[in-house]
């Protein structure tokens, strides 16, 4: 300490003797000093020299230990790093060099060596230090104008604000009271700045002893007012205010008092001060007093109160004076925070109504940033589109801001203009001008901080624009930007699933920066660690949620994380129910979303009586419990019940949001119900409730499924004319739409975008290794494997290996499907049910039926239970084979398991399979069996009709088709027609025909070919021609096809769409017509919603829909 004391002296004689430039530097060195020693000696120097003691006994000589008493110079900062650089003689040229040409532009300077240095800190530390030394050298020399060097000592307290370097502002008051001999003039700006920069901390007793200090000095009366504002001492700062001749008080004194009324929270006091000062200087006509400037400064320190804010505003009013730009635009935001304004159009009426009541044209850039702003945050609410005036004030507000950047006058412009202006080109989704400005202002040195990037990465967020996330986080690490927790959530809900490893990164990355997981993280990290299959960690998040909560921080415990929880276990009914009494506990059970998941909970576990008492418990049923009842109805192909809760939804005129549009769309494809599905996606799109791409993905697939394969390409073309950001769970939907419509090229084309826009992720690969397998193009799917074997952020996951897995057991390659399971073990993942499906299809599909017993055994001992679709893979496998005693003996023991549950799609596979080995009695059985289940679906009773139309046995078909209690569909009716025909039963063809002319269903392509062969063979050529024209063929389609080949194909499946609905009964014959189908029902897991498309935003499983 005394060896800093001394050399302190030293420096502070060397200061007195003169000298600036490098040679200051020289001469420091041989005084061997340090420059935080000379800033210290500034201070110390100002001090001492300014003044004696004053009175009560206050020691002048403490003021310069201040800062280092209370706030320490952070040596951690200065640590030894081999890549630091500290600051040199070039920067202290440079700096020099713009001290002497561009004074104003030092601070910007300073700022924009900052972003260079790895030390930033360090880097303005010694950039200030020098300053200081070289300013009051410049000044005894009159080489600068006072007026400068006070504008840049203002500029550097201003970035000590921004820094949060307390002590080093105030050093710069210290030197700035010391520079009062040269000229230099000290203002209120000084003082707000030295307040502000303590902050943080307590500046009471920092601001208190500067008043007492100041004070003693008549010129300084006036900032010793305001220092006593600051440190609370309102008695005194009044009395003080009252020693002070009004005739030497300017407009700029009086607006000064009026800010720190504001900041200090006086509001009351402000319109009570506003009003004397109206008075008194109207009384003595003091001409020197700008009163609109000073009413106008109230408007603008009352915007934290409406109520004095409109007291000012009626002040203003009665005296007919003007307020300026800046107390219009807190008028506007002040009036824009109103809960009446919900809409742009509410904004529109309260800029209108601003304007008469202010008689202006215009209300001037802040109140236009002000409605930009507002606008912004509307649009993401309501998610609607900007408009024409919102284009012309973000251009207007951007012309403003290149002409200040052009002017190097940038440092006037407010901040507030800059974030309002990436705010509304982020809202209005014009990400490459969003980014351009950002450029622009980062090249004029005005990205400071955080606060900029944070508002790029909400808005690229918002756009699902993952490079440009992920770019601009790495641009911030790079530059040392100050990460917030906002920071963090922006990159999270960019990332979410879809990048589970680059999200755990940078959650390791944010707790080491001592920054706490905030309640609106927990939902995505939870969704994320659960797709990782990582539940410790997710009941940690959970408990770490709650136990917040508990300690006074109820927003931890939020409503979605809760529904969140409950979507990771959908069918652990011990585990959900304890969270719905969770929710209970914390009141969130008022909550739609959560009462919508609590709705799922008992739905996917069948616990009915659960349901109905949930659901009498609530006051009314909301559309989200709608839309759960009416997919809860559709899972269960209750077509009676979904159209009760239509209608009730109908009488109760419950209003159709997006989301249900979506499931009652989806709903009536299942049910094949062609109209409706057209007649609702019409009255969506019509509406004014789509507001996501993933209506357009929804609306494709319902469409695809009743086959209407131009609809589905009008819903792809529609959806890029809204310009709306294309998210990876509509490409992926779309491209399982396509192939399962076969069209390749629409496949390759959207394949092609995808990989252009969306850096590579595990779900996103998954996606084309299951496209690449399904396509039969193994080596291209081995090289995309290899691919994610490399990479970090896009490594094979458990379904990846299951959906190549898959594509080599259809092939029958039974050595590279082990070598799969093999990786996959050594990996570390687990197998499961699916796993071993697999494998019992791809053993079947090879022949080697002998591995099948000994593969069931093993899965067994490793205490994985047969279930539902492992026993229909072994039948499809034995009936393929023509094994009945195998098939027979697998039967037995189904029947015999208490374990299993015996379905309509068990009794439809059981009756297939004793078809295809002969067993036509036990066949008939089943079928008796399945038809009279509760839960039989239309799907069950088409397969029927497939089997006996197999048989040939039209007299069952007719039968059947009498039956009034049984279900008609476009299947059974073309397999019908297609075996009456083979049959010869030209009559029952005409009447089918007829019948389904009435029904609006219409002929496959196989059954006109069918029908048609057989017309033209019995010489009715004419009449073929009319049953070809209905599909678009011509005869040339049917030559050299025989009528029988054709039938074969009808048998196997009329259509695509048909053979995904009745392929699970057909487990021999024409395999390729199953492919599809089969595959999905391999890599289904009842126990696990990550299924074929993980990241389908509206699951078959009974999945809660968390559509944001």
């Given amino acids: ?51 004696p003691a004053p009175r009560g006994g206050v020691n002048v000589c403490c003021y310069g230990g201040l800062g280092s008493t209370r706030a320490p110079l952070r040596a951690s900062l200065y640590g030894s790093s081999s890549h630091y650089r500290p600051f040199s003689s070039e920067d202290e040229a440079a700096l020099a060099s713009v001290l002497a040409n561009k004074p104003r532009h030092v601070a910007r300077h300073i700022r924009q060596s900052m972003l260079n240095s790895r030390r930033r800190i360090a880097q303005f530390r010694n950039a200030v230090t020098y300053l200081m030394i070289a300013l009051q050298a410049k000044l005894q020399r009159k080489e600068m104008a006072p007026e400068d060097a006070s504008a840049i000592m203002e500029s550097l307290m201003r970035e000590c604000v921004d820094l949060r370097q307390g002590d080093m502002a105030h050093l710069l008051f210290r030197a700035a009271i010391r520079f009062r001999k040269y000229g230099l003039t000290i203002g209120f700006p000084f003082v707000r700045h030295l307040y502000e920069s303590y902050k943080r901390e307590s500046a009471k007793e920092l601001m208190a002893n500067m008043a007492h200090e100041l004070k003693a000095h008549k010129d300084m009366r006036m900032l010793a007012v305001l220092a006593y504002q600051f440190s609370g001492m309102r008695e005194e700062s009044v009395a003080l205010w009252e020693t002070v001749p009004k005739e030497t008080v300017t407009t700029q004194d009086y607006c000064a008092v009026l800010e720190g009324m504001g900041m200090t929270g006086l509001f009351k006091d402000i319109v009570s001060f506003a009003e004397r000062v109206i008075d008194d200087v109207t009384a003595t006509q003091h001409r020197g007093i700008d009163l609109s400037a000073v009413v106008s400064a109230a408007a603008v320190a009352s915007r934290g109160s409406t109520a004095a804010l409109n007291a000012v505003v009626r002040l203003a009013k009665a005296h007919k004076l003007a307020l300026s730009d800046a107390a219009v635009g807190a008028l506007a935001r002040s009036r824009l925070q109103e809960k009446s304004v919900t809409s742009l159009a509410d904004v529109h009426r309260v800029e209108a109504s601003l304007c008469a009541e202010l008689d202006r044209v215009s209300l001037g850039l802040a109140a236009d940033s002000a409605i930009i702003t507002k606008s912004s945050e509307l649009m993401v609410r309501h998610q609607e589109g900007g408009d024409e005036a919102m284009l012309q004030k973000l251009h207007h507000l951007r012309r403003l801001i290149e002409d200040a950047i052009a002017q190097d006058s940038v440092s006037d412009v407010d901040p507030l203009f800059a974030a309002s202006l990436i705010r509304g080109l982020g809202a209005m989704g014009r990400y490459g001008e969003m980014r351009e400005c950002f450029d622009l202002l980062q090249k004029a040195g005005e990205v400071k901080d955080h606060k900029l990037y944070d508002e790029m990465l909400r808005w690229y967020a918002h756009g699902h624009n993952l490079k440009e996330v992920i770019a601009l986080k790495e641009e911030m690490t790079r530059r040392e930007v100050h990460h917030t927790t906002l920071t963090y959530q922006n990159v999270f809900r960019v990332l979410d699933r879809y990048y589970p490893r680059l999200v755990e990164k940078y959650l390791a990355e944010m707790r080491s920066k001592g920054i706490q997981v905030e309640g609106s993280m927990y939902p995505t990290l939870v969704r994320v660690f659960h797709v990782l299959r990582d539940t410790a960690k997710v009941e940690q998040l959970y408990r770490e949620a709650k136990l917040k909560t508990d300690k006074g921080l109820p927003h931890n415990m939020s409503a979605a994380l809760v529904t969140q929880m409950l979507h990771c276990y959908p069918k652990d009914i011990a585990r959900g129910e304890a969270l719905v009494q969770d929710a209970e506990r914390y009141g969130l059970l008022t909550n739609e979303a959560v009462q919508a998941a609590v709705v799922n909970l ?139 419509l076969h069209n390749m090229a629409k496949v390759q084309e959207i394949l092609d975008t995808m990989m252009r826009l969306v850096p590579p992720n595990p779900i996103t690969a998954t996606t084309v290794v299951d496209m690449l397998g399904k396509m039969g193009r193994l080596s291209e799917m081995e090289a995309i494997l290899a691919e994610m074997a490399k990479s970090t952020n896009a490594a094979p996951t458990l379904v990846t290996f299951h959906q190549a897995m898959n594509a080599y057991a259809k092939c029958g390659d039974v050595a590279k499907m082990e070598a799969l399971r093999e990786r996959l073990q050594r990996e570390g993942f687990q197998e499961n049910a699916v796993t071993y499906n697999i494998l019992f299809e791809g053993y079947g599909r090879a022949k080697r039926f002998e591995h099948l017993l000994e593969l069931v055994a093993e899965r067994k001992s490793r205490g994985i239970p047969m279930e539902e679709f492992g026993f229909v893979v072994l039948l499809n496998t034995y009936a393929r084979a023509r094994m009945p005693a195998e098939a027979e003996a697998l039967i037995e023991e189904m029947l015999g398991s208490s374990s299993i549950v015996i379905t309509s799609r068990l ?135 025989p009528a029988e080949a054709a039938a074969g194909a009808v048998v196997a499946g009329t259509t695509a769409t048909a053979a995904a609905t009745s392929s699970e009964h057909a487990p021999a014959g024409e395999e390729s017509e199953f492919d599809a189908e089969e595959a999905d029902l391999l890599l289904r897991d009842a126990e696990d919603d990550e299924v074929v498309v993980a990241d389908r935003m509206h699951e078959e499983n009974g999945v809660v829909d968390l559509r944001p």
């Fill in 1 to 51: 300490m005394l060896t800093r004391t001394c050399s302190a002296r030293r420096c502070s004689l060397a200061l007195q003797s003169g000298g600036g430039g490098g040679g200051l530097r020289g001469r420091l060195r041989r005084l061997g000093c340090s420059t935080a020693a000379a800033a210290t000696a500034v201070a110390t120097t100002a001090v001492s020299s300014s003044r």
């Fill in 907 to 1041: 009794l439809a596979t059981m009756a297939a399979t004793f078809s295809y080995i002969g067993h036509t009695e036990k066949m008939q059985h089943y079928v008796t069996l399945l038809l009279a289940h509760p839960e039989c679906r239309v799907r069950d009773v088409e397969s029927v009709y497939l089997m006996y139309a197999r048989l040939r046995d039209t007299v069952r078909l007719q039968e059947l088709l009498d039956s009034p209690k049984l279900p008609k569909s476009a299947l059974i009716y073309n397999t019908a027609v297609s075996a009456f025909a083979r049959a010869g039963e030209h009559a029952k063809v005409a009447h089918l025909l007829t019948e389904m002319e009435k029904r609006g269903f219409v002929l496959s392509r196989n059954t006109s070919v069918v029908l048609s062969s057989l017309l033209l063979k019995a010489g009715k050529l004419e009449l073929a021609q009319t049953v070809l024209k209905w599909k678009g063929l011509t005869p040339a389609d049917v030559e050299g096809s």
């Fill in 602 to 740: 008992y739905a996917c576990n069948d616990r009915t009586d659960a349901l109905h008492a949930f659901l009498a418990r609530l006051p009314h049923r909301t559309a989200n419990v709608y839309r759960i009842l009416l997919r809860t109805a559709t899972q269960q192909h209750n077509r009676a019940q979904f159209n009760a809760v239509l209608g009730e939804m109908e009488a109760r005129q419950v209003p159709l949001n997006e989301r249900l549009f979506s499931v009652i769309v989806s709903s009536l494809s299942h049910f094949h119900d062609a109209e409706g599905v057209r007649a609702y996606v019409h009255k969506a799109m019509t509406s004014s409730q789509i507001h996501t791409p993933l209506f357009f993905a929804d609306a494709a697939a319902a469409l695809a499924r009743i086959g209407d394969v131009d609809a589905v390409d009008q819903c792809w073309s529609d959806l890029l004319e809204t310009k709306m950001t294309v998210t990876m769970p509509v490409y992926n939907r779309f491209l399982d739409v396509y192939m399962t």
